[in-house]
């Protein structure tokens, strides 16, 4: 897991370690040591804490213009105990929503593991959003992971569907990627 680094090749569009907009803003990485677990297993030292103990996280793209934010995930989802739900929400999600962001891309394909608990941060979330015409889309999530969420009903907030499951997203620019998951969204709901 130690090898698994964020996605790195979109670093010359946005870096939220110096947007001073972001909720990363002046957030530094240890360079010279891997100081991040995921229970007894190092990940690598470029994902960002926010405080979970299970679950890191890196912004790798964020545009006000399109109040679009692109969240990559590393770790276990675990809002059972952990409650990162209510972690990524206050410390990440309430920041962004007050910035204008209101288009969310959630990449789970590093997620080993879900846990549900109740799905009220979900509901607040979408609430915050709908308003302004935003979504959130799980891109890339594991099966047994969207299984577990949608048993949890979190689909009811999160745009889970099999078309957004295996999106080849490193091909595209990030504003590409944004307005092709805008328009597959759009033809999924028949708009």
């Keep these: 897991m130690h090898q698994i680094e964020p996605f790195w090749k979109w670093r010359s569009s946005y870096i939220a370690q110096e947007d001073e907009l972001s909720p990363l803003y002046g957030y530094e990485n240890n360079e010279f040591a891997f100081d991040k677990l995921v229970y007894n297993y190092y990940i690598h030292p470029q994902w960002d804490d926010f405080g979970s103990s299970t679950l890191y996280l890196k912004v790798i793209f964020v545009d006000y213009y399109l109040q679009t934010a692109v969240i990559e995930f590393m770790g276990e989802w675990n809002d059972a105990i952990e409650n990162d739900i209510m972690y ?5 999600i309430n920041p962004m929503i007050n910035q204008g962001i209101n288009k969310f891309v959630l990449i789970g394909e590093n997620i080993l593991n879900f846990h549900a608990s109740d ?12 308003e302004h015409g935003g979504w959130v889309i799980a891109l890339n999530f594991r099966d047994h992971v969207l299984d577990e969420m949608e048993s949890a009903d979190i689909q009811q907030f999160i745009h889970i569907h099999e078309r957004f499951s295996d999106v080849d997203w490193r091909k595209f620019k990030p504003e590409l990627l944004v307005t092709y998951l805008d328009d597959m969204l759009l033809k999924r709901i028949g708009v």
Excluded at 119 to 130: A, K
């Design 88 to 92: 990524l929400k206050t410390e990440i």
């Design 119 to 130: 799905n009220c941060y979900y509901e607040e979330w979408s609430e915050d959003i709908d």
